[in-house]
């Protein structure tokens, strides 16, 4: 039994006509005739009858005829989704990323892919750090990722920008009323929210302050980047976030710094070229921006020669 063979049984069945079926189908009757008899000898059973007036289903094949209708169907609808993968528009995407960014960067992209490509399956997977994101990429548990731009990677890269880091204090803190840039080493002496040993934005926030000529105090870890914030907001001690997981009214203050942290961002696969999925996914990327608040890699790397400093 073939998909054509259905095909034609579906033909015959809607035009109760051989002739008019083989002329829908572009086929000669004879052909026809012999690709039906095919199929009625592996069922066992006859589908058609031939009348004087046309043809019509016989008891099994209206029986038969539902399933074949349903098969053919699902056929047509799996056709569509290749179709549709070729295009980027439909399949199941991968994402992987880092914590923070599943918070900060992507929910807009995500929520427009949704809207954009409705046939397009999405699954995040998060790491808590950047070495565990590239290795699930290279060893295929996420199709894409989203993180900290990657150091001679062997696949696609696409740079979407820097994102800055900014410390978070309470609205009664000494410093919320600072309208500047403060100076990191005003924050040495303080008892510091920080983030557990294995989150990847700990080596961050440390090597931030070891260029400030101290070691952060911290008496209150967390992994998760948004419960540093809002601990830090309610007065439990300064923390050092990506500015894009605090949203407006967040409850806290957010000190930007004389000496800027920034972490450039990218997109990165396994293929060395883009694949029409990751096309599209950059595409969503480009087009939220400006919700992301990332500084464009172009101004970065003009800014490279002042106060601002690359961290990993």
């Not at 569509?80 to 992987?96: H, K, Q, T, Y």
């Not at 696609?156 to 900014?166: D, R, S, Y």
């Amino acid at each position: 039994m073939t998909l054509r063979q259905l095909e034609f049984l579906l033909a015959i069945a809607h035009r109760s006509s051989f002739t008019r079926a083989a002329m829908d189908l572009h086929i000669s009757q004879p052909a026809l005739s012999a690709q039906l008899r095919l199929l009625e000898e592996e069922l066992g059973c006859r589908l058609l009858e031939r009348l004087p007036r046309g043809v019509q289903l016989t008891a099994e094949g209206q029986s038969f005829l539902p399933e074949a209708e349903a098969v053919v169907a699902a056929a047509q609808r799996a056709q569509r989704v290749l179709s549709n993968i070729g295009e980027g528009d439909a399949g199941l995407l991968r994402i992987g990323t880092v914590l923070s960014l599943s918070i900060g960067v992507l929910p807009e992209p995500l929520a427009a892919l949704r809207r954009n490509h409705p046939e397009l399956s999405l699954e995040l997977v998060e790491y808590e750090h950047r070495d565990a994101l590239e290795q699930g990429v290279s060893d295929g548990d996420c199709d894409i990722a989203v993180g900290p731009r990657p150091v001679d990677w062997y696949g696609h890269v696409e740079a979407l920008g820097w994102e800055e880091f900014v410390v978070v204090v309470a609205t009664d803190d000494p410093l919320a009323a600072s309208t500047e840039p403060i100076d990191l080493r005003l924050l040495a002496d303080r008892d510091w929210v920080l983030f557990s040993l294995k989150q990847g934005l700990s080596p961050l926030v440390h090597a931030a302050c070891a260029r400030a000529g101290f070691a952060p105090r911290g008496r209150l870890r967390t992994t998760q980047v948004s419960a540093a914030a809002r601990l830090a907001a309610s007065g439990a001690g300064p923390a050092m976030v990506p500015s894009n997981v605090l949203e407006p009214g967040f409850g806290g203050v957010a000190l930007r710094l004389q000496d800027p942290v920034r972490r450039e961002l990218a997109v990165f696969s396994r293929d060395a070229e883009p694949g029409p999925l990751l096309v599209t996914f950059v595409q969503a990327l480009r087009a939220a921006k400006d919700n992301m608040q990332l500084i464009p890699s172009v101004q970065r790397r003009r800014d490279q020669s002042g106060a601002g400093r690359r961290t990993a």
